[in-house]
């Protein structure tokens, strides 16, 4: 099991509660698809994973971790075997696209020579080996949503959490970017991706995970 | 293991160049503190190099406390020398030179009108007298208190006369300088701590998105301190540079008018400027502080960034 949530909500300040009672699995090697009207509470359940927000109540347990457990100091630690993608790619403006895909791999403590085998081939596989000198800014959204991709699975983390990782590019792109994921699940990567775009899904054989309201149906 | 180290070397080797040529890239922001920070060490260290020189002039000035050992009447012209040889021999003694009853009679003499007066007295009255300048190593109150003490001990001595009380003077006001040398550091030590905490505030301030991307993909606080560390480096290390060179500058200005007073008075003063030895510890100490700054201030600052989605 890769994933389990067993009865979580999550309540804001305020009152809001993002998500309700939710029930569900993500099996190792399992790639699936979170959809749902945006504030159905699909970047909630992804914050949850990834230890950005913290259950109002409930159990959630990520790869082996207790996640209401989790020590502070162990979160570095804990994230750092995740991947994460977002919808913004959170790149890093003043650093070489080999630089960005690099820092997982760094913050790890990996000698250089390794690091840059490593970016090597993750560049490859989005297909960008020949920008990696290019700064971020002077890539298309697309190939900046790629080195996103390629910086969150450099490291081999064995969970990959995508949010909305199309929302900003047209159809084309999109279903280029996907066949990226399941290449990625070949290798037996788990992945969970929450996107809104149903007609890009609806093609693809894996499950679908629907939020509505807060809950899981 | 041994590869683990060298990695995690030559990652601080990558931190320190990356943060040194973030600094470089805005010269003028980065000159400014600098030269702060460096005005800030340069007070201090120009009241260490004075109260040197005050030191180095008063251990000069010290000859003039002497102690003056009044032998015991008659003594014969041999158990003069012989008590002369003793006092020689005694520890922390500099040099002692005996002055017998008829030397001391002559000198007396040349003095105007003391002839006259003289002639009244039917013998010498004068003892024979030991003058003891205390060795180099005897240079506090305390210390020359001793001395005066053991050489009073002495069998032979009739008096001793201890010239003291401008010494006691002299060292109470250069322990007054140093005292204040002090309070000066250690106020202009904490200004360099929060000159560099400050100027780091703001870079921390200015790289948010990057610490709560880093943050995000699993970076632990001490990765991302640690080019904010080096930059605390760098600034301790540049402001102490500068601040050896205004303290240099100065002192060298500041030289050529001492000469020019001294040479009026027919005296010298050679003004020491700041050793390398003590050059170094100034570099060591501003790095130190720097490192400090940065810690304190990027470390809390730290605490409140949290990763967004």
């Known amino acids: 099991m890769m994933i389990k949530f067993n009865q979580v909500s999550k309540r804001y300040p305020g009152g809001f509660e993002a998500l309700s009672q939710v029930d569900f699995e993500l099996e190792r090697g399992e790639l699936a698809f979170l959809t749902g009207h945006s504030g159905a509470g699909k970047s909630t359940l992804l914050k949850l994973i990834a230890k950005l927000e913290t259950p109002s109540s409930g159990q959630l347990l990520v790869n082996g971790v207790h996640l209401n457990q989790l020590h502070k100091k162990a979160i570095p630690a804990y994230r750092s075997g995740l991947g994460i993608t977002f919808q913004s790619p959170n790149l890093l403006h003043d650093r070489s696209v080999f630089d960005n895909v690099a820092l997982p791999l760094q913050i790890q403590g990996m000698a250089p020579v390794m690091v840059g085998k490593r970016v090597h081939a993750a560049l490859d596989m989005v297909g960008l080996l020949s920008k990696e000198k290019m700064l971020p800014q002077h890539l298309s959204g697309g190939e900046q949503q790629r080195v996103g991709l390629a910086r969150a699975v450099v490291h ?21 970017i996907m066949k990226i994921f399941e290449q990625f699940n070949q290798v037996g990567v788990s992945i969970l991706i929450a996107t809104h775009d149903l007609a890009l899904i609806a093609g693809m054989r894996h499950r679908i995970i629907m939020l509505k309201r807060g809950r899981v149906c | 293991m041994l590869n683990a180290l060298r990695a995690q070397a030559s990652y601080h080797v990558q931190a320190a160049i990356n943060s040194f040529n973030a600094l470089c890239q805005r010269p003028l922001a980065t000159m400014m503190t600098v030269i702060v920070i460096a005005i ?29 050992l009044y032998l015991k009447t008659p003594m014969t012209a041999a158990e003069e020398k012989a008590m002369l040889e003793q006092v020689r021999a005694m520890d922390g003694v500099g040099k002692a030179v005996l002055k017998s009853r008829d030397e001391g009679l002559v000198e007396l003499q040349k003095q105007e009108g003391m002839q006259d007066i003289m002639m009244y007295l039917p013998e010498n009255p004068l003892p024979a007298v030991i003058d003891v300048m205390p060795a180099p190593g005897v240079n506090d109150p305390l210390k020359m208190k001793q001395l005066f003490e053991r050489l009073k001990a002495l069998g032979q001595t009739e008096q001793a006369k201890l010239d003291m009380e401008w010494i006691s003077r002299l060292h109470a006001i250069t322990g007054f300088v140093a005292r204040i040398a002090h309070a000066v550091m250690a106020l202009l030590a904490s200004a360099v701590v929060l000159i560099v905490g400050n100027t780091l505030r703001l870079a921390i301030h200015n790289r948010r ?90 470390k809390r600052q730290l605490g409140l960034i949290e990763p967004y989605t």
């Open chain 2, 40 to 68: 800030a060490l340069t007070l201090p260290t120009l009241f260490w190099v004075c109260t040197d020189n005050l030191k180095q002039m008063t251990i000069d000035w010290q000859k003039g406390g002497h102690i003056s």
């Open chain 1, 156 to 176: 081999k983390p064995a969970l990959l959490l995508a949010d909305e990782p199309t929302g900003n590019l047209d159809p084309g792109l999109s279903s280029e």
């Open chain 2, 209 to 298: 998105e990057e610490i709560q991307v880093l943050k995000l993909i699993g970076a632990t606080d001490a990765f991302i301190l640690r080019p904010f560390l080096y930059s605390g480096v760098w600034y301790g290390l540049a402001g102490a540079v500068f601040a050896v060179l205004f303290v240099n500058i100065f002192m060298l200005s500041v030289g050529l008018a001492v000469d020019q007073l001294a040479l009026v008075y027919h005296m010298h003063y050679p003004l020491l400027g700041l050793s390398v030895k003590q050059a170094y510890m100034i570099v060591l100490v501003s790095i130190c502080l720097g490192w400090l700054g940065a810690k304190l201030s990027v």
